[in-house]
């Protein structure tokens, strides 16, 4: 489990095929961030929950599968690209973002980006079958970063486009600072939302 609040960036130095999979070599930004990670432990990898298989000196490694690489974002990365880490939270963690379980529902597509004075503003379309989960000013988990939907300015059959706004010290510690119009995100929804769906879609059968 996870809060959503990106604790450093990560550098991705190696990316090597085997079979169906993919096996990465990261380097955290921030120093002596993998000190502290163990073989066997989950973070969260672009909001991806991962299990880390290797620690080597400041870099560690981990494996996406053939299911993980269908639902999000990593199969897309090459060496060199940045993505955001987050260590999983602990039982008297403070919970500044909300509850995360880095669970990728799905990706979505960055249509624009706005810069403001003083602030960035993103706009992210994604399958409408997901719009029972989101709401005006509700939580999701964009790469891994706890937001706030801002609004939701156009929703057809086929899509819906939500906007997020980033302040200026969110934009300097994630990916944020690196995206483009035209990038792959990865998008988990609020999992309240999700059971509240799941309890009302089993009243009604």
Same mark, same amino acid.
């Given at each position: 489990m996870f809060t959503g609040i990106v604790q450093t960036t990560g550098k991705v130095i190696s990316k090597t095929q085997t079979g169906d999979s993919f096996e990465f070599e990261i380097s955290p930004e921030e120093?002596?961030?993998?000190?502290?990670?163990?073989? &066997?432990?989950?973070i969260s990898v672009n909001g991806g929950c991962l299990t880390v298989t290797a620690i080597e000196n400041r870099s560690?490694?981990?494996?996406?599968?053939?299911?993980?690489?269908? =639902?999000?974002?990593? &199969? /897309?990365?090459?060496a &060199?690209?940045?993505?955001?880490?987050? =260590?999983?939270?602990s039982i008297n963690s403070k919970l500044d973002g909300h509850l995360v379980q880095g669970h990728v529902d799905t990706t979505g =597509?960055? +249509?624009?980006?706005?810069? +403001?004075?003083?602030?960035?503003?993103?706009?992210?379309?994604?399958?409408? =079958?997901?719009?029972?989960?989101?709401?005006?000013?509700?939580?999701?988990?964009?790469?891994?970063?706890?937001?706030?939907?801002?609004?939701?300015? /156009?929703?057809?059959d086929d899509s819906i486009e939500i906007k997020i706004a980033i302040i200026p010290h969110t934009f300097q510690v994630t990916t944020f600072k690196y995206w483009k119009e035209g990038d792959t995100v990865n998008i988990e929804f609020d999992m309240m939302g999700k059971y509240i769906k799941r309890i009302f879609e089993n009243n009604i059968k």
């Amino acid at each position: 489990m996870f809060t959503g609040i990106v604790q450093t960036t990560g550098k991705v130095i190696s990316k090597t095929q085997t079979g169906d999979s993919f096996e990465f070599e990261i380097s955290p930004e921030e120093d002596k961030y993998s000190e502290d990670i163990k073989t &066997g432990e989950s973070i969260s990898v672009n909001g991806g929950c991962l299990t880390v298989t290797a620690i080597e000196n400041r870099s560690f490694k981990f494996t996406a599968v053939k299911e993980t690489l269908s =639902k999000t974002n990593l &199969g /897309e990365l090459i060496a &060199g690209d940045y993505l955001n880490l987050e =260590k999983a939270m602990s039982i008297n963690s403070k919970l500044d973002g909300h509850l995360v379980q880095g669970h990728v529902d799905t990706t979505g =597509k960055v +249509n624009r980006i706005i810069e +403001n004075t003083g602030s960035h503003e993103y706009f992210i379309s994604f399958s409408s =079958k997901f719009r029972d989960f989101i709401i005006k000013i509700g939580s999701i988990s964009i790469d891994g970063v706890s937001l706030t939907i801002a609004d939701i300015p /156009e929703e057809t059959d086929d899509s819906i486009e939500i906007k997020i706004a980033i302040i200026p010290h969110t934009f300097q510690v994630t990916t944020f600072k690196y995206w483009k119009e035209g990038d792959t995100v990865n998008i988990e929804f609020d999992m309240m939302g999700k059971y509240i769906k799941r309890i009302f879609e089993n009243n009604i059968k």
